[in-house]
């Protein structure tokens, strides 16, 4: 059973604690004052307790032998002050030390705690996004890759005074673990749609597009069923919006089959979004995603040259992509290239 104190009794521990305090510094601030008390108080004492025996003498004769009384009393409590004050304060490097000690100790497991709650958290994503990359043999290191190009990107931007407090640390975070999950909704994909050599029908086309309603709708859940992981809710984010457009004419997320319309109704879900309308987890993926897909061999074509891509999307630029992130994107090329370079199918 665990006890709590209520706020009363802390404030009341708090005010104990620091009255004591002051007091000892008070103490350590006037050592003579108190020696010099002290020891008139006890001379006063003895010569009270003289009397009631019966003797007799002067409270205060100054008589050598007095003089010296007092002195030697002064001496006394003067030196046990300064062990007094020796103690306090080495009692309180003590506590302080073990308290700092102890303090670290707790701030380096927890460390490894969030530390492994990250690697588990990735891991596990990844393993997740692994089913349906499973059922396309052409992706090779696609997510690997995807997800390393959007931390980059995320990072840079979070640089840019436009992106403070919005780019956090913990957004980069978010962002690098959630990319893999941007087409998890291809599990519900057929495989005669996902593996087809040929130009897709408009039919077929809009049964793949459907990959980011399932994929949105599932992260949605996990979200909901999971709150505080804010990795799922940019993954809710990527996985509907990755295929939206700057300029309003990405994946509308409308199913149109035998003269049937299915509106999905999720804010933003349901109509084409543009320009910030769309999160900016997707804008970023969107393009991370795509300059993958330009450099990667697929079975209907063979991979362009990272400045045909380059080109490609600065093209792009305003269309496409996000200005802003293809400006991120192209002020860290060289580092797009050493992530290339690394993870090789």
């Not at 002051?22 to 020696?35: I, K, M, T, Y």
């Not at 004492?45 to 002195?71: D, K, P």
């Not at 997320?253 to 997707?282: D, Q």
């Amino acid at each position: 059973m665990t006890v709590s104190s209520t706020p009363d009794e802390n404030a009341t521990q708090n005010t104990a604690v620091s009255g004591s305090e002051r007091v000892f510094r008070w103490v350590e601030q006037q050592p003579v004052f108190l020696a010099v008390l002290g020891a008139v108080t006890l001379h006063a004492i003895l010569v009270l307790a003289n009397r009631v025996f019966g003797v007799q003498e002067e409270w205060f004769s100054f008589t050598v032998a007095e003089t010296a009384q007092v002195l030697l009393l002064f001496a006394a409590i003067y030196l046990s002050l300064l062990a007094f004050i020796s103690l306090h304060r080495k009692s309180v490097q003590i506590v302080s030390r073990h308290s700092h000690l102890a303090l670290q100790e707790a701030e380096l497991k927890l460390a490894a705690i969030a530390e492994q709650n990250i690697r588990i958290q990735k891991e596990s994503v990844e393993g997740f996004a692994k089913i349906s990359e499973a059922r396309d043999f052409s992706t090779g290191q696609h997510i690997q890759r995807m997800k390393e190009y959007a931390k980059a990107i995320a990072q840079a931007m979070s640089e840019l005074p436009k992106f403070a407090g919005i780019v956090t640390r913990q957004y980069v975070l978010d962002i690098h673990i959630a990319a893999p999950l941007h087409d998890i909704g291809k599990v519900g994909t057929k495989d005669d749609i996902l593996k087809k050599r040929g130009k897709l029908s408009g039919e077929e086309f809009d049964l793949m597009k459907m990959h980011t309603i399932v994929g949105g709708d599932l992260m949605t859940e996990l979200e909901e069923k999971l709150p505080g992981t804010t990795f799922f809710t940019r993954g809710r984010e990527i996985a509907y919006h990755h295929h939206q457009r700057w300029d309003g004419t990405g994946y509308p997320n409308i199913l149109s089959l035998g003269g049937t319309i299915a509106y999905f109704v999720e804010s933003g879900v349901g109509r084409p979004l543009k320009g910030e309308e769309i999160p900016l987890s997707a804008r970023i993926v969107a393009l991370a995603d795509v300059y993958d897909a330009l450099r990667s061999r697929r079975v209907y074509k063979e991979p362009f040259t990272h400045e045909t891509a380059r080109d490609m999307i600065i093209q792009e630029r305003g269309r496409h992509f996000d200005p802003d992130v293809v400006d991120a994107f192209l002020s860290i090329e060289s580092e797009i290239l050493q992530i290339a370079a690394s993870l090789k199918d």
